[in-house]
Nanobody, 122 residues
Framework: QVQLVESGGGLVQAGTSLRLSCAAS????????LGWFRQAPGKEREFVAA????????DVADSVKGRFTISRDIIKNTAYLQMNSLKPEDTAVYYC???????????????WGQGTQVTVSS
């Protein structure tokens, strides 16, 4: 089992930055990849970014490419989502997720956090 706890969300103005953190705990039988997804009111959950176990593989959605960066600290068992130049359309609940094996843009991850709200005002 893997437990995930997100933090770092909040209310910010457009053009500013936030850094989300995802602290992982528990035990996995294999190294796992971490992903960030978001869900806005009335919309489906969408992929944001993902990173492999050794951070050698990353993927970022086109909608946030050049503004968002995913990273992880293996020793701290923590993943980060650095969000720059935030836009009102980035407003959503952001979820951290973990899966065994390679990172994926598909939301079929094995473990999910409770989510953290990000609200960007214009």
């Amino acid at each position: 089992q893997v437990q995930l706890v997100e933090s770092g969300g909040g209310l910010v103005q457009a053009g500013t930055s936030l850094r989300l953190s995802c602290a992982a705990s528990g035990r996995a039988f294999r190294p796992y990849s971490l992903g960030w997804f978001r869900q806005a009111p009335g919309k489906e959950r969408e992929f944001v970014a993902a990173i492999g176990w050794s951070a050698d593989r990353t993927d970022v959605a086109d909608s946030v490419k050049g503004r968002f960066t995913i990273s992880r600290d293996i020793i701290k068992n923590t993943a980060y989502l650095q969000m720059n130049s935030l836009k009102p359309e980035d407003t959503a609940v952001y979820y951290c997720a973990a899966k065994e094996g390679f990172p994926s843009t598909d939301p079929k991850y094995d473990y999910w956090g409770q989510g953290t709200q990000v609200t960007v005002s214009s």
